[in-house]
């Protein structure tokens, strides 16, 4: 085991070597612009790009010109919220979303909300569920499009969007979701869940960072857009820019690995979380688990530490690499919006960490980090009692 070990994989995962090297002939190799429709060159680099299209879309259920190649799920989720209200806006000028999702969502809301548009954010339960009842009373004539978010980033918890989606339809409104979390890692089809649009991230399932993808459904409905990019008209008007052809080979081929060892590697990972689980519990009293106990990622545990900061007890296990909260508001002060929005305390939300366990976790590192985790918080604990002992004396 080589230290320090690697537990943060909802942030991002580490690129699987056999991704790499399906991607690195587009760089070297097979060079050209998948635009360049003269010569040879383009035509590989074209060829390369729509094979990894259809890969993606028979991923989720898609048609192949449903998918649009995007930088990640954060200008995803931007082209899908901004680009429909933009193209709706004569129809009705309302959105609904959840207060427990990606700020890649909730701060285009807040940007459209600052612009006139009328937003309305629906709780969550006390485990980061959005119940499709809270959705449906939160709907209006004016409704054009709600966003849920298919697995929570920071407490893994699964929102039943097939039961979201159906209700939407039922009333010819538009739905969106933020499947960064859960794609490759938890079956989806977006037929069967009525999804109008839906968010990819390839870092997320041990592909390259820097790409994503945006499904946009063409019919029953036909979703309009209007595009965040222009210049070019690439990837049919929506994403105007060169499509780097390795980043999606690269995202196409991390895709159809995760779903082929998704069963397996389910397995594998609950087995570990739960490992992980039981061990921190036998060995630290005062903790709670945040998110549904098992409705959700088999990769994610979060755990809220009684009269222990979060950040401190990070900083405690240098060996062991972790994280309070997302990724993209590591450097906010303020408590986790998440756990906030499942009602806990500032200070119970302020003890939280989140373990993302991956493909390369191994049982030994599991081990590792529950003794990493007990050692740490017993000393914090200790300095705290120490601590509060002598303040009493002065």
Same mark, same amino acid.
């Given at each position: 085991?080589?230290?320090?070990?690697?537990?943060?994989?909802?942030?991002?995962?580490?690129?699987?070597?056999?991704?790499?090297?399906?991607?690195?002939?587009?760089?070297?190799?097979?060079?050209?612009?998948?635009?360049?429709?003269?010569?040879?060159?383009?035509?590989?680099?074209?060829?390369?790009?729509?094979?990894?299209?259809?890969?993606?879309?028979?991923?989720?259920?898609?048609? %192949?010109?449903?998918?649009?190649?995007?930088?990640?799920?954060?200008?995803?989720?931007?082209?899908?919220?901004? /680009? !429909?209200?933009?193209?709706?806006?004569? =129809?009705?000028?309302?959105?609904?979303?959840?207060?427990?999702?990606?700020?890649?969502?909730?701060?285009?809301?807040?940007?459209?909300?600052?612009?006139?548009?009328?937003?309305?954010? $629906?709780?969550?339960?006390?485990?980061?569920?959005?119940?499709?009842?809270?959705?449906?009373?939160?709907?209006?004539?004016?409704?054009?499009? !709600?966003?849920?978010?298919?697995?929570?980033?920071? $407490?893994?918890?699964?929102?039943?969007?097939?039961?979201?989606?159906?209700?939407?339809?039922? =009333?010819?409104?538009?739905?969106?979701?933020?499947?960064?979390?859960?794609? /490759?890692?938890?079956?989806?089809?977006?037929?069967?869940?009525?999804?109008?649009?839906?968010?990819?991230?390839?870092?997320?399932?041990?592909?390259?960072?820097?790409?994503?993808?945006?499904?946009?459904?063409?019919?029953?409905?036909?979703?309009?857009?209007?595009?965040?990019?222009?210049?070019?008209?690439?990837? =049919?008007?929506?994403?105007?820019?060169?499509?780097?052809?390795?980043?999606?080979?690269?995202?196409?081929?991390?895709?159809?690995?995760?779903?082929?060892?998704?069963? %397996?590697?389910?397995?594998?990972?609950?087995?570990?979380?739960?490992?992980?689980?039981?061990?921190?519990?036998?060995?630290?009293?005062?903790?709670?688990?945040?998110?549904?106990?098992?409705?959700?990622?088999?990769?994610?545990?979060?755990?809220?530490?009684?009269?222990?900061?979060?950040?401190?007890?990070?900083?405690?296990?240098?060996?062991?690499?972790?994280?309070?909260?997302?990724?993209?508001?590591?450097?906010?002060?303020?408590?986790?919006?998440?756990?906030?929005?499942?009602?806990?305390?500032?200070?119970?939300?302020?003890?939280?960490?989140?373990?993302?366990?991956?493909?390369?976790?191994?049982?030994?590192?599991?081990?590792?980090?529950?003794?990493?985790?007990?050692?740490?918080?017993?000393?914090?604990?200790?300095?705290?009692?120490?601590?509060?002992?002598?303040?009493?004396?002065?």
């Amino acid at each position: 085991m080589r230290l320090p070990i690697y537990l943060d994989n909802q942030a991002t995962t580490r690129t699987d070597p056999r991704v790499v090297e399906a991607m690195l002939p587009y760089f070297t190799e097979v060079y050209g612009n998948a635009a360049s429709v003269s010569h040879r060159f383009g035509w590989e680099a074209e060829e390369a790009v729509e094979r990894a299209r259809e890969q993606v879309a028979r991923a989720i259920g898609a048609e %192949a010109r449903e998918i649009v190649f995007t930088s990640g799920a954060t200008e995803s989720n931007n082209l899908a919220i901004k /680009g !429909v209200a933009q193209a709706m806006i004569r =129809r009705g000028n309302h959105l609904v979303t959840a207060a427990s999702e990606h700020k890649a969502v909730l701060d285009p809301m807040k940007r459209l909300a600052r612009q006139g548009w009328d937003v309305t954010i $629906v709780a969550c339960d006390a485990q980061g569920r959005v119940a499709p009842e809270a959705v449906a009373e939160a709907l209006q004539d004016r409704t054009v499009l !709600v966003s849920v978010m298919a697995a929570n980033n920071e $407490v893994g918890t699964l929102n039943p969007i097939a039961e979201v989606g159906r209700l939407c339809h039922q =009333r010819g409104i538009l739905f969106h979701t933020d499947a960064a979390q859960a794609v /490759g890692k938890i079956p989806l089809d977006v037929q069967a869940a009525s999804v109008d649009l839906l968010s990819i991230s390839a870092h997320k399932f041990y592909g390259p960072k820097g790409i994503g993808a945006l499904y946009v459904r063409r019919r029953a409905p036909q979703v309009r857009l209007q595009p965040l990019v222009d210049g070019g008209g690439h990837e =049919r008007g929506f994403r105007s820019g060169t499509v780097p052809v390795p980043l999606v080979v690269g995202l196409a081929t991390a895709l159809e690995l995760a779903l082929d060892e998704l069963p %397996a590697e389910s397995l594998r990972l609950l087995e570990l979380r739960q490992r992980l689980h039981e061990r921190i519990a036998a060995a630290v009293p005062g903790i709670q688990l945040n998110g549904h106990p098992t409705d959700r990622l088999p990769g994610n545990l979060n755990l809220s530490f009684i009269d222990v900061d979060g950040e401190a007890l990070m900083m405690a296990m240098r060996d062991v690499a972790v994280s309070s909260g997302s990724a993209c508001t590591a450097a906010d002060p303020e408590p986790s919006h998440v756990l906030m929005a499942m009602g806990l305390s500032e200070d119970l939300a302020r003890s939280s960490l989140r373990f993302g366990l991956g493909r390369f976790t191994t049982v030994e590192e599991i081990d590792f980090a529950a003794r990493a985790v007990a050692g740490a918080v017993e000393r914090l604990r200790s300095q705290r009692v120490a601590w509060t002992a002598g303040s009493r004396s002065i």
